[in-house]
């Protein structure tokens, strides 16, 4: 059974840092890729950051130069380290796993965490 763990999220003031984890279980860690995701009240889940299983990783336009996503392959864990937090980055933080089985895509989320950026 997959199972994703998010953590890390809080109340921060603008210009400040967090740093989320996922801990995941059940998958071949080192060959999924993870992702991280948001959801701001009254508006869709969008995509924040990715690594990919070769280490590649992608970012969205408004949290360039300012998120690193890393992962451990060995703690089975992904993390999502945010600095220069502005109040627009307020939204619950959603891990993501994604990996193919006989063709077919499996995908997976963690729970959420809130992180809340006063200004």
């Known amino acids: 059974q997959v199972q994703l763990v998010d953590s890390g999220g809080g109340l921060v003031q603008a210009g400040g840092s967090l740093r989320l984890s996922c801990a995941a279980s059940?998958?071949?860690?080192?060959?999924?890729?993870m992702a991280w995701y948001r959801q701001a009240p009254g508006k869709q889940r969008e995509l924040v950051a990715t690594?990919?299983?070769?280490?590649?990783?992608n970012y969205a336009d408004s949290v360039k130069g300012r998120f690193t996503i890393s992962r451990d392959n060995a703690k089975n864990t992904v993390y999502l380290q945010m600095d220069s937090l502005k109040p627009e980055d307020t939204a619950v933080y959603y891990c993501n796993a994604v990996r193919y089985s006989g063709g077919v895509k499996l995908e997976y989320w963690g729970q959420g965490t809130q992180v809340t950026v006063s200004s």
């Open positions: 059940g998958i071949v860690f080192r060959l999924t890729v």
């Open positions: 690594s990919t299983s070769g280490g590649g990783t």
